[in-house]
């Protein structure tokens, strides 16, 4: 077991990382210690500072198998560990140890993220219990304490440039906010995801929409495309002659799935299909809704918010104002917020140069033009999605866990 200096070295790149412990005191590194060799955690660290080092130290996209972080000498202890779920990818958990025996206390931290909550002096049982429950005996869990967020950009017209906005905000999660991302196009005909990313589509998607009950991780993994560590792209081209059979709860299931292994899933989702899956609308966290400035585009906006209202009461809903073919909108900004009754999120400026440069090249915009209007736009909507990076973590636990 790694001790607080040793664990500040790089750990080997083929170390299996799976526990990383932030404690305050000799008693509770040493129990948590055993308990770490008993349940056979290869990879595993204690380090010395309690949550508050946590904080500095744990990043997205980093993520062991799970976390244990001793609140004892917090004054906000609530606070300070809803501040770290916010980082958590799915399929992590946080195990809390403090020094107050407190019902409500224990019910909070479960509310805002904790898996379980450890009174000191720890009970070795206990302990064990906590980690074989957290993933450590218990390998392949299927329920992990936090689900990934779901992204779904709808255009309320056809050539708003979903497509386009889907595709480089999945990029961006990936490989600038560090989160690990599904781009999933679910055009089965004509989706362009794959292509504007050079990708060869597979046939994997219409397996997974005819035959849902197949779904399951191994199957995932064989039929996503992946570009580096963190975005995997899940598309298809049937043929026009093959119409397939899309079992009505298949999304939903299929986005129950990727959701336990993936902090984000940003869907590309033809207008047409927003009717047919009201079901999958309830695990949609954030509709990311595409629009013109036009009176057709006022007439669908309004028919896609009343749909989601009713369908999804809960999902955040952001409006992205473009204009793909670089018109002068035909109704002014005032006049289409009030018409549909709420504000615009964004505005997506015109870019056909960078736009046709990074589908030529099969790229992400950023390669094409990384400090652009089109590119600056984008990445102030994967802000809106995620929220500001927190500043001043150091760089050691990326370290840790790179791979």
């Excluded at 390998?139 to 497509?163: D, E, I, M, N, Y």
């Excluded at 046709?356 to 102030?380: D, F, M, T, Y």
């Amino acid at each position: 077991m790694a001790s607080s200096a040793a664990a500040r070295k790089p750990v080997a790149a083929s170390a299996h990382r799976d526990a990383l412990a932030f404690v305050t005191d000799e008693a509770t590194r040493d129990a948590i210690a055993r308990a770490m060799r008993e349940a056979n955690l290869p990879g595993a660290s204690i380090i010395d500072g309690g949550v508050g080092m946590a904080l500095k130290q744990v990043e997205p996209g980093v993520m062991p198998r799970f976390l244990l972080v001793d609140v004892a000498t917090s004054s906000t202890p609530v606070a300070d560990v809803a501040a770290l779920a916010a980082v958590m990818e799915p399929g992590t958990k946080l195990i809390v140890i403090g020094a107050t025996n407190d019902v409500a206390l224990f019910r909070d931290l479960l509310g805002v993220g904790a898996s379980d909550y450890l009174v000191k002096p720890l009970d070795a049982q206990l302990l064990h219990a906590a980690l074989a429950e957290s993933g450590g005996n218990a390998r392949h869990a299927q329920s992990p304490t936090k689900l990934g967020r779901v992204a779904a950009f709808v255009g309320a017209r056809g050539g708003a440039g979903t497509t386009t906005l889907a595709v480089n905000a999945a990029w961006l999660l990936a490989h600038e906010r560090k989160q690990k991302t599904t781009l999933l196009d679910l055009d089965l005909h004509f989706g362009t995801a794959a292509l504007l990313l050079d990708l060869e589509p597979g046939r994997g998607l219409r397996e997974a929409m005819e035959h849902p009950g197949r779904i399951d991780s191994l199957f995932m993994e064989r039929a996503m495309a992946k570009i580096g560590d963190r975005l995997f792209v899940l598309g298809c081209e049937e043929p026009l002659r093959e119409h397939p059979a899309i079992d009505p709860a298949a999304l939903e299931i299929l986005l129950g799935e990727i959701r336990q292994s993936f902090s984000w899933v940003v869907l590309d989702m033809p207008r047409a299909m927003v009717s047919t899956q009201a079901k999958a609308f309830g695990v949609i966290t954030d509709l990311m809704l595409v629009c013109d400035q036009s009176l057709a585009g006022i007439r669908d906006t309004m028919r896609i918010l009343d749909f989601v209202k009713e369908s999804a009461p809960h999902t955040r809903v952001k409006l992205i104002a473009t204009s793909a073919d670089g018109t002068k909108p035909k109704v002014s900004r005032a006049d289409f917020e009030k018409s549909v009754g709420r504000k615009i999120d964004h505005e997506v400026p015109f870019d056909p140069k960078t736009v046709a440069a990074g589908a030529n090249a099969g790229k992400p915009l950023i390669a094409i033009e990384r400090n652009g209007k089109l590119v600056k736009a984008l990445r102030q909507i994967t802000v809106d999605l995620v929220g500001e990076e927190r500043k001043g973590a150091s760089g050691f636990f990326r370290r840790w866990i790179s791979k």
